[in-house]
DNA sequence: TATGAATGAGTCTTCATTCAT
DNA sequence: TATGAATGAAGACTCATTCAT
């Protein structure tokens, strides 16, 4: 009896946590289609298959919605990136990690970097706005946290931090929404090396100080 | 007679404008601070002290309104990019000068930047959206069109041209973006010449091929 | 076994019933708080630590709350008036009764007294608006059963019977309520001498058939 | 034309006046056949033949229109008891004004008068309740000012001024809703001296301090 | 009997837009 | 041209009630 009930619970945990994830994927369809505004609440019941009120019973609003999608995909994002870049031992291998990760998330997950870019942050209230910079301040200083020994040993040049995303994942995420907007009609990924080159190029300290390291690594 | 009315047609064309000035302003602001969709008509009505009449005289619709904010400043942005990039003569100029100019832009017209990077997309409907590519696009080929002799003399790379934008722009607009949010605390003008210096060497055509030219641009 | 069962059955009903008194404890407190429409059966069921089943299956629907509500405690009144005024024998203690066990039930269960004055027939359709007046009704009657013989007898006017009430009770209800909206800030019960005198002065007959008083004021 | 324009406003004034009476008009009348709470803007759409914009045109909401007719009731009561009890000279006729007049308004105006007694604090929220206390102290300040020269001049018992008030006004309050909600059959103002008479001598000083006024009543 | 997730009809309210003056 | 009252379609959200477990 105990085991039934459990797999009862288990099982219905089960068809919620699906059914919230239908509803987010449906949701994640047609913000990016039509923007998180003009979507409506009967769309996404529709576009879902659940009720209005099973709607309302997993997530508070539509912003708790959109929210939602945003938080997650940004520590989806997050998260691969700073694994990506862990992976790596060498400076070079690092920077490189970061360009080909952003990349590799934007052709792997285009609807999520699409909504993380362009429409996430347009209709956040000032509460919302807060948290996402907080959450993205945090990735910013784990990230530098892995850059940081290497300019301490003259590897890198001393930047401030969002300069040394700038010049690394700039031209990236350039790239991407170039791509995701249907500009560029080539795969980014093909980019990845050009890329990387430009952002380690831009890294490397003022000429002199680069003298007592003999060789980079590849 | 004729005078005092050219006078007044003239008095009332200024006074239009003004009005038309007043609530683009006005909107703006508001659609800065709140985003388009959260904005209504009785804000901007309040904000700009027009009437609502009034409003709906000089604009359409809503929509006119951030439509309109949206392919002015772009223009703007577009047209001031060109002249700078024109006023130059080789292709290290012109680099820095798109580099240059896109923050120069940013920081003095922190509202229009803000505008066309975070919210002027988001809202739009599959037309309008077809609208600012097609107006990107023209904007492209513009720029690209300066850039092009310097491939052809092989002092650029020959890449396509959206990879060149990422590369000279991705890494001034992502800092631009950063201050914006208020996460770069230093001016960004500070660091045209990194930023510039990092374009420019990003471009520079693979070794074997750079050697041929006797006198690279300065 | 037999005995067990039994004891189940009992420590079942006492379950019940104790669950029975704590959802109608909780909903009329939240019901005085907030006024029946705008109380949910979310708070009652938070309020009395039910589950919605267990609320649903005690009880019909929130309407049937309230109205046991309404219903049990006009009851309560009626019985308690009732009891109190046949304890009596003469027709001045049979007006006292009724004053002074108005305003005691006010004060030892203000929360149901508000809920009959101020709660119980404002949302109530038609048909329940009936039932209530038929109890009402079935009251007034019993109630003026006790007094008719002492009318009968000469001692008291002959009016009609809700005249009486409203001569009899009136005056007790209107202070109880004031009572309990804050704005008595003595003991209600210290006045009962008052409202009983006020009251039973109030029901005398006529001068002439009284004897002993020769001038009533102008 | 400047006469024209002012006709113009004028009329759209009046227009505008008859508009917000019929709003509340229809309004007031669906709540007493249903209660507040389940009159849907609807209903009063339908009843006022206003549009939904108009009524929230003229209307911050529902509750507006609720409290907006429990006010006005309210203070078109006040006003009329206080100046038919100015218009008295002495303790007796003023007494006496307060039970006609409610007695008066009641008959006038019964739906107003079910409105104020039954429906209109039962959805009140805290702060409305508030207010609707003030609206009260107020007038039973102003009122219980009206008597206390006579209190003074020991023509009337010295009792807590709401002590008054439930010997005065409680009684016709009492059958005024009786007559309400149908259960008293006759007109109630043909009660009018009976009430008066009985509140009168309910306020006698007792007897012995009537004349000189040795010592106050214990 | 007990539970609480699911349901969806029904509400209030908003707001872009119109139009009589 | 200017005004701002009026419009009503459309949307987010609530909540009493049901029902599978």
Known sequence: MTSMSTNGRVRRHEATARRRREILHAALDLFLRQGVGPTTMEQIRAASGASTGSIYHLFRSKDEIAHTLFVEGMRRYHDRVLAAVRR???????IRAVVATHLRITVEEPELSLYLTRLGMADADAETAAEYRAAHAAFAQDLYACLRPHVERGELADLP???????VVGP??????????????????????????????????????????PRSAS
Do not use: C, D, K, M
């Open 172 to 213: 990236a995420a350039h790239l991407a929404r170039s791509w995701l907007r249907g500009r560029y009609p080539h795969n980014p990924l093909a980019a990845v090396e050009i890329l990387a080159r430009a952002a380690w190029q831009s890294l490397l300290p003022p000429r002199r100080a680069r003298r007592p390291r």
């Open 161 to 167: 931090p969002e300069l040394y995303f700038s010049l």
């Open 88 to 94: 790596q031992r060498t400076a070079r291998g690092r």
